[in-house]
């Protein structure tokens, strides 16, 4: 019965707006994910696969290792991923002539098969993710983004080189 009437203790700690925002990113992120998977659960790509593939649209030169720490995943987690794709004919996977060590990978022509359901998704995601939002507020909110990116980026270059 005590524990039950006990009050709970007030902290002295005050989580502002900026706290709520780091945790908003998060969850936006992960619910934002999870919403991808299931939307291409069809395609029979897991979370890894299909974010292989979007780094390489991105960035078509990206090898295995670049890969790993943009996704900040293990290189074994990453290479399991790329085995999977290259079995499905959707990326190829070569050694990179002045590193015997490092792969190189490449997307392919097979790829255009699975795209118009990418694009589904992720217009579909969009659409999901900006509802009630203006193309101005959009491109704002982008904008923004962008920043906090570099801002960090620049953080960890900073970090990093001392």
């Avoid at 070569?94 to 589904?120: C, G, S, Y």
């Avoid at 993710?129 to 193309?135: E, I």
Wanted: net charge neutral.
């Amino acid at each position: 019965m005590e524990t039950q009437m006990r009050k709970y203790k007030r902290y002295e700690y005050v989580l502002e707006d900026k706290d709520d925002m780091l945790y908003l990113l998060e969850e936006v992120n992960r619910i934002a994910r999870r919403r991808f998977d299931s939307l291409v659960a069809e395609l029979d790509l897991n979370q890894t696969q299909w974010r292989i593939i979007a780094c390489l649209l991105r960035e078509p030169t990206l090898s295995q290792s670049e890969i790993s720490r943009l996704l900040e995943l293990e290189s074994a987690t990453i290479g399991q991923a790329v085995s999977v794709l290259v079995e499905k004919g959707l990326i190829e996977r070569e050694r990179a002539a002045h590193d015997r060590r490092v792969w190189n990978l490449h997307l392919t022509e097979q790829v255009r098969t699975i795209w118009p359901e990418l694009r589904k998704a992720a217009d579909r995601l969009h659409e999901i993710l900006w509802k009630g939002m203006s193309a101005p507020q959009i491109h704002l909110l982008h904008k923004m983004l962008r920043k906090v990116a570099e801002n960090q980026k620049q953080a960890d270059t900073c970090a990093a080189s001392q």
